[in-house]
């Protein structure tokens, strides 16, 4: 009896500590609207890698999740254009980093306004969404300050169609 019991504890705890790990590292999020079309659609399902940035900073390319800048009940999801002392400006249909002219396979039309040139913020973030002229991002003024990133986009898990690794861009490729 004693042996069936420490079996139960020993279970019991394991599970415990799989729940909590999982619990801080991985979370669910809804993708809401149409700001990140034609990679992530209304309704989508996705997990969020929360452990991600423990390791290394957010890179250019990175989908993130964050709370909005202006209702912290509210997530967004977003690409990371900018880094932190990064020189951001958008004329022409073309997004320019410290100068250099994004490619950006990942957009379905080029953004139909200007930005002027601007640094980013220590420790923050300039964000877009990949449906450039449907989106609230930062060619509205604002950025993402590194405390309010919640996690990087991981894996789409509903629905099926849209099942699989989320598709993070990397511009040293």
């Known amino acids: 009896m004693k042996a069936f019991l420490r079996e139960i504890l020993a279970t019991l705890a394991l599970a415990i500590v799989i729940f909590i790990l999982l619990q801080t590292t991985i979370q669910s999020t809804v993708v809401v609207g149409p ?20 390791f290394h900073e957010p ?18 999801i977003k690409r990371i254009i900018g880094l932190p002392s990064d020189t951001i ?35 923050s973030y300039f964000v877009l969404g990949d449906n450039r002229n449907n989106s609230n991002d930062s060619h509205n003024g604002w950025t993402v300050p590194r405390q309010n990133i919640t996690g990087k986009a991981w894996l789409s898990i509903w629905r099926p169609e ?7 861009y990397s511009f040293d490729e």
Do not use: C
């Open 35 to 54: 700001s990140m079309e034609p990679d992530f659609h209304d309704g989508q399902r996705l997990l969020i890698n929360k452990a991600v940035y423990a």
């Open 162 to 168: 849209w099942w699989g690794l989320a598709p993070n």
């Open 89 to 123: 400006e958008i004329k022409d249909g073309v997004v320019y980093a410290n100068g250099s002219p994004l490619y950006e396979p990942y957009i379905a039309d080029s953004p139909k306004y200007t930005f002027q040139k601007q640094e980013v913020e220590h420790n």
């Open 59 to 76: 890179e250019r390319g990175d989908v993130i999740i964050f709370r909005s800048p202006n209702n912290d009940r509210t997530d967004y």
